[in-house]
T-cell receptor, first 117, second 114 residues
Framework: EPEVTQTPSHQVTQMGQEVILRCVPISNHLYFYWYRQILGQKVEFLVSFYNNEISEKSEIFDDQFSVERPDGSNFTLKIRSTKLEDSAMYFC???????????????FGPGTRLTVL | AQSVTQPDIHITVSEGASLELRCNYSYGATPYLFWYVQSPGQGLQLLLKYFSGDTLVQGIKGFEAEFKRSQSSFNLRKPSVHWSDAAEYFCAVAVKAAGNKLTFGGGTRVLVKP
């Protein structure tokens, strides 16, 4: 069964460093999302991406964040200068084409745990 | 904007007993509704979803949920809980007009007593 994959599973970085979190969505999906979950808190929407551009972003997604789909398979989240409060689990999700029965369902990856020291 | 409330932060239940987790949403129309489960340190697993039609939906692991439009609720139930059901459960809604982004509730942590 196709699945969303994310790398790395755990990333440790120093405050102020840049990090890139990688996701490989399901291959025929068109809509891509990043969510964040700070330890012990709920999952929060960061950004959605469709047709090579951002569809919507939350107020969390400030100028330090960017997303990119550099090729036909990867979907990345970059944090330019990490802060302590960026420590969280980051989930990637993807959603399929209109003609799929699962069109309204997002499929989640296993997450990347980011620790900023 | 849509919002989701899970009134119970923690629930403790004995193994074999029934379980009900509450979820209320706020939105002008009927959104798409989901329940996810998260085991410690793990990702999100979809238990079940409601888009339209029959208001009682069946999911994986013996879970079911009932959509009640009049109460703006989508409560999750399981008739007999197993120790492996100990986890955190998140209710979420998505709205087509908002690009189907998911809005999650705060979660309910379920502890199972032997």
């Amino acid at each position: 069964e196709p699945e969303v994959t994310q790398t790395p599973s755990h990333q440790v970085t120093q405050m102020g460093q840049e990090v890139i979190l990688r996701c490989v969505p399901i291959s025929n999906h068109l809509y891509f999302y990043w969510y964040r979950q700070i330890l012990g808190q709920k999952v929060e929407f960061l950004v959605s991406f469709y047709n090579n551009e951002i569809s919507e972003k939350s107020e969390i997604f400030d100028d330090q964040f960017s997303v990119e789909r550099p090729d036909g398979s990867n979907f990345t989240l970059k944090i330019r200068s990490t802060k302590l409060e960026d420590s969280a689990m980051y989930f990637c999700a993807s959603r399929g084409r209109l003609e799929l029965s699962s069109y309204n369902e997002q499929f989640f990856g296993p997450g990347t745990r980011l620790t900023v020291l | 904007a849509q919002s989701v409330t899970q009134p119970d932060i923690h629930i403790t239940v004995s193994e074999g007993a029934s379980l009900e987790l509450r979820c209320n949403y706020s939105y002008g129309a009927t959104p798409y509704l989901f329940w996810y489960v998260q085991s410690p340190g793990q990702g999100l697993q979809l238990l079940l979803k409601y888009f339209s039609g029959d208001t009682l939906v069946q999911g994986i692991k013996g879970f079911e949920a009932e959509f009640k439009r009049s109460q703006s609720s989508f409560n999750l139930r399981k008739p007999s809980v197993h120790w492996s059901d100990a986890a955190e459960y998140f209710c979420a809604v998505a709205v087509k007009a908002a690009g189907n982004k998911l809005t999650f509730g705060g979660g309910t942590r379920v502890l199972v007593k032997p």
